[in-house]
């Protein structure tokens, strides 16, 4: 039994160090797609798109790592939580994966336009919470830690979501008096729309992390 046992707690740091790593290239991406906005870089934006497909593999095979280990070694208690709960995150992640490449796209739509700076510095700024957030949320998951150092990794989503309000205002008050502003404008809200859910999305990956250090789900959002 304690053999047995060993082996499910083996498997279960595989797989939430298996989250951990995929987490990273998302958040790599991310970065790589703010560094895009900052530059307009649509190399890099291209890169970014093809890249994503890496991302979407990484997902797949690590679905089947969590089915193997739940019909192999029949995980219970805070165990079989954290397995489900790595079933679940591969699956956000590879959807925040995903707004890293939209964003990628939007840059490349835009093409050579410029990009007036203040936006793209709003825009910075948001992103660079939003992808913090993730950051703290995935520690706190892979390193099992407790309630409150997760609820804390997510302490800005509140703001995260004034900062988006702030910017969607300023965009629309500028397209409204000017006309010729109405495309880039457009293309910026995508783009910072894309950040905020990256926010949402790391109180989803909270929440779940929660679940597994206490055995019951908070509405964080």
Not at 58 to 75: F, G, N, W
Not at 139 to 152: G, K, L, P, Q, V
Not at 171 to 200: P, Q
Request: charged share 25%.
């Amino acid at each position: 039994m304690t053999d047995n046992l060993s082996l499910v707690q083996k498997r279960r740091q595989h797989l939430q160090s298996a989250v951990g790593e995929l987490g990273a290239l998302v958040i790599e991406a991310l970065n790589r797609s703010v560094d895009c906005i900052k530059r307009q870089d649509l190399e890099l934006a291209e890169r970014i798109v093809a890249e994503d497909a890496a991302i979407n593999r990484h997902r797949r095979m690590l679905e089947q790592d969590c089915l193997v280990t739940l019909a192999a070694y029949k995980p219970a208690g805070e165990d079989l939580r954290a397995v489900g709960a790595c079933m679940e995150l591969v699956s956000e992640l590879e959807r925040i994966g995903d707004y890293a490449a939209d964003v990628a796209r939007i840059i490349l739509k835009n093409g050579k336009t410029p990009l007036p700076p203040e936006p793209v510095a709003a825009i910075v700024q948001l992103a660079s919470d939003a992808i913090g957030m993730l950051a703290g949320t995935l520690s706190a998951f892979t390193s099992n830690e407790n309630e409150a150092a997760i609820r804390e990794a997510v302490s800005m989503e509140e703001q995260v979501d004034r900062e988006e309000d702030a910017f969607i205002e300023q965009m629309l008050s500028r397209m409204r008096s000017d006309a010729s502003f109405a495309t880039t404008g457009t293309y910026l809200l995508w783009i910072v729309h894309n950040y905020e859910r990256v926010a949402d999305r790391a109180t989803n990956v909270a929440e779940r992390a929660i679940y597994v250090a206490s055995g019951y789900t908070p509405d964080l959002d």
